[in-house]
């Protein structure tokens, strides 16, 4: 009996140091960073108008967006900010489509515009870096083809900056355009399309909002950022040699430089939401391929004493580190099993976590509510969104299991590629190898 005992006890609290991991790791580092938040928030400060607005610089990296660069630059027309104070260059990235007749048509329909298009070498960074150098404005605001501002955007970024002399840069809310997703008439898409809109509202607006109460933003958006022009300038430019250029700019302007990088919540830029699983798949192993790259740059120069005090290693051990045990929980359930662990006492630790993980997307979620005050549109479909906070657990561990696949394909082949193959791909090539193999096997 008492042998039986000390067994269960064992089992227990073996497989308990395990369930408490994300406890301690992930789910109470959120909650108490999203009450911190909340009542940070709770009064938002006034921003002044100045006396005279700035000339400003908004660049647009084109490649193959005839469909969606009329609306790109629609969007920066209708803008609240005044149009006789924005240069815009709309840099192409050696399209092969009929972007330049977009280019063509926009110049008649907005002749009150200053706009000009530049011919630029192929890859973003080396597009953007061009465009730079052509950039007359006291900042320089970087938006892609593929998405629209909201109209008070561009006026929220600038008063942020002329509020604030020691801002060097910052990035805007990337949300995706609500109208454009998908109302259950293809439940898997419309799964990943309304989960995604929650993830992307979580993770700029309550996310963002907290590494930047700290200068600890780890990477600003690519699709949508601003830069005092004298700052940029002082740095190398976006990298080159990395996909995840926009994360090294990150870097270089606070590490660097020793300058101030936030996010501008009240900033909003509208893309298309995610089309398939393929396009998701697609998107998270580049980026996080472009995070390894960045960070392996960086965490050279981290030391053991930086361990506990630099922000670097802790995101590297959330990113990282705490991967692979989560891919681990997943096997070990169903060899445990077979140990004669408790089925029931498994299940229950594992809803106790589900229900932790929807309790801090929920308190998320009340942040994100209140960070979205200024846009009463955005704000009411939002608050009709909350139910997502409890699918949201599900689809943040299919974005973990992608990215788990992106560190091992990046080990296999550590070449920087925009795209990488897709979903369907590497199923068949899975599928292909499993029936070689039996095929073999029945052969021998």
Known sequence: ???WLQQTVFKMGFWLTWALIPVVVEILPAFVQGIRLFFKTFRPKKLAMPDKMPFISVVVPVY?????????????????????????ILADNQSTDDSFEVFTRAQNRFAD????LLHTEQGKAKTLNSAIYNAIGTYVINIDSDGILEKNALMNMVLRFENDFEMAALTGTILPQHRMIDNWRHPGKSFLQHNEYFEYAQAFLSGRSIESQQNQLFTMSGAFSAFRKEALLNTFLYNTGTIGEDTDMTFQIRDKLHRKVAICAEAIFYIEPIDSLDSLYIQRQRWQKGEMEVTH??????????????????????????????????????ALLFLRYSPIMMGMSYVIIYLLYALVSLLNYVCVVQLLRGSSEERHYYVRQWWVAFTLPIYNFICSWIRYIGILNSMVDAKS?????????????????IKSDFTRKRGK
Request: hydrophobic content about 40%; charged content about 20%.
């Open 417 to 433: 590629t925009w795209n990488s193959t897709r979903f369907s791909q590497e199923t068949r090539q899975i599928k292909s190898v």
């Open 64 to 88: 193959n967006s005839e469909d969606t660069l009329f609306a790109c630059i629609q969007s920066i027309r209708e803008s609240t900010y005044p149009h006789e104070l924005v240069q815009v």
């Open 297 to 334: 740059e960086y965490a050279d120069k981290t030391t053991m004493s930086d361990f506990f005090k630099n922000f670097l290693v802790r995101r590297m051990m959330m990113d990282h580190t705490f991967l692979f045990p989560r891919m681990i929980w997943m096997f070990a359930s169903i």
């Open 113 to 116: 515009m200053n706009m000009q």
């Open 1 to 3: 009996m008492m042998y």
